[in-house]
């Protein structure tokens, strides 16, 4: 559907996002939302707010609709729980922002595949639900199972990708180890036997040697400092642990953000199935929510047909409807609506608080429905072809744009006028309430009937 500019407007006279006041609920969106997945209410989100004039998308939505009412749904909806943000996550892999938990959450996302395949209608089973293994194989062997939040806190590489890194870290975790280590062997080899390994922070490492055993030093002993009673020395192997130990801390997490960075380079190549993968559960966690208001909410599936028609069989207010029962209030009374080529314009009448722009509402929230794939709430419901809907609805004014409220009526008005066809939507409330009684029931009748003669669009007009 070709809405274009009037797309917000429609948005927020429908309150299909927001209250007039503001809230987020209860509005349409709100009522459909019960994705399990941030990327699936995303696209629910956006599939209503793009509708398409093309209705293949939407048939084919309806025939997902229909398969997973038959096989189930609700497997599928407790396996996407377990389901991270796939699209988000694949966006930031390519802006090279992704963090190492994000990969942990896709490492998992990936490793409950298989079950969420199982469990999804075959109709739906597409290709990009089986991504190259090769992407689950890295994560698992290069991602901790728990890493740090930050790739600059360190612990991020699994222990075991990279003999470097391991070592490494093998130095900070066995510095203890390996001086008593090289303090026991050298005394074995020296007969020194009060010879000591020890660590200070001005001068380092170093073997230390009483005055009275300096003569029993071997040859590969470098002196590094003399003291009253003692000398001290070190030996090639010591410099070269003493090298690795003060600095293994950085160049354990230099190494691994450069791995880290690699890792991200190979997922970079994996993009495309990544982001595949993504939209694809994004699709089924939004029509599986689709699914699920249709089943409990009583909604049913409406008829595509290529004749001008909107024929409405008990159809109610979705939002109004919700909230009567949520709150148990009165019984919704259910409203037909039947617009063809010998009927294409109805005249709404009725006093205030009467139900006028609730039935417009509602005539408009199922056609949008339909459009986007959405089974509707009504007994029975066919539609024509449909390129847009256009609203002028309420009286209000644009000050900043020095617009009074007739001006706003009359500029959208035209606007609507020369953007309608034969197979457009239209929904009228009490044009013309901008100026006095008589002209603006003149303006009312004028644009009525050029709405109805010329252009032959499908209208609802409330006076």
């Known amino acids: 559907l070709d809405v274009a500019d009037g797309l917000q407007r429609l948005a927020q006279w429908l309150e299909a996002f927001s209250l007039q006041r503001g809230e987020t609920s209860p509005t349409l969106f709100s009522l459909l939302d019960t994705c399990k997945s941030g990327m699936g209410s995303r696209t629910l989100r956006h599939w209503l707010l793009h509708p398409k004039r093309d209705r293949a998308e939407a048939v084919a939505r309806h025939h997902a609709i229909a398969a997973l009412q038959a096989e189930g749904f609700e497997p599928l909806r407790e396996a996407l729980k377990s389901v991270s943000d796939v699209e988000r996550i694949s966006a930031r892999i390519a802006l090279r922002q992704v963090r190492p938990r994000e990969l942990t959450g896709l490492r998992a996302t990936l490793q409950v595949l298989p079950q969420l395949r199982a469990v999804t209608p075959a109709a739906l089973r597409d290709a990009s639900l089986n991504p190259p293994t090769d992407i689950q194989e890295l994560l698992e062997r290069a991602i901790a199972i728990e890493p740090a939040l930050l790739t600059r806190d360190g612990g991020v590489i699994a222990d075991g990708f990279d003999a470097e890194l391991d070592e490494l870290r093998g130095i900070q975790q066995n510095c203890d180890g390996f001086l008593l280590d090289l303090e026991t062997r050298e005394r074995a080899r020296t007969g020194i036997a009060n010879l000591r390994v020890q660590f200070n922070r001005v001068h380092g490492f170093y073997i ?119 709150t148990g209030g009165a019984e919704f009374m259910p409203n037909d609506c039947r617009l063809d080529a010998s009927t294409r314009l109805l005249v709404i009448t009725g006093p205030n608080m009467g139900g006028k722009s609730t039935f417009m509402r509602q005539v408009a929230l199922i056609a949008l429905l339909a459009a986007i794939g959405s089974y509707v709430p009504a007994t029975s419901c066919r539609l024509g072809p449909m390129d847009a809907i256009h609203t002028r609805i309420g009286a209000a004014d644009d000050l900043a744009n020095a617009q009074s409220t007739f001006m706003l009526e009359m500029t959208e008005g035209a606007a609507i006028l020369h953007a309608a066809t034969d197979q457009s939507l239209v929904l009228m409330d009490e044009i013309g309430r901008g100026t006095s009684t008589f002209d603006g029931l003149a303006l009312a009748s004028a644009i009525a009937s050029h709405l109805h003669d010329k252009t032959r669009a499908f209208t609802l007009f409330a006076t």
């Not at 970079?268 to 199935?273: N, V």
């Not at 595509?304 to 409807?321: K, T």
Request: one cysteine or more; proline letters at 5%; hydrophobic letters at 45%.
């Open 208 to 326: 230390e040697v009483t005055q009275g055993q300096v003569d029993k030093v071997p040859m590969d002993y470098q002196r590094r400092q003399t003291l009253k009673n003692a000398e001290r020395y070190i030996t090639p192997e010591l410099k070269a642990f003493e090298d690795k130990a003060l600095s293994a801390n950085e160049r354990a997490l230099a190494r691994e953000k450069l791995l880290y960075e690699q890792v991200i380079d190979a997922l970079i190549t994996r993009l495309a199935p990544l982001t595949a993968l993504g939209r694809t559960l994004a699709a089924l966690d939004a029509l599986a929510a689709l699914a699920e208001r249709a089943v409990t909410l009583n909604w049913c599936r409406p008829e595509f047909v290529n004749q001008p028609c909107l024929e409405i069989e008990a159809g109610r207010h979705p939002v109004v409807q919700a909230r009567l029962a949520e």
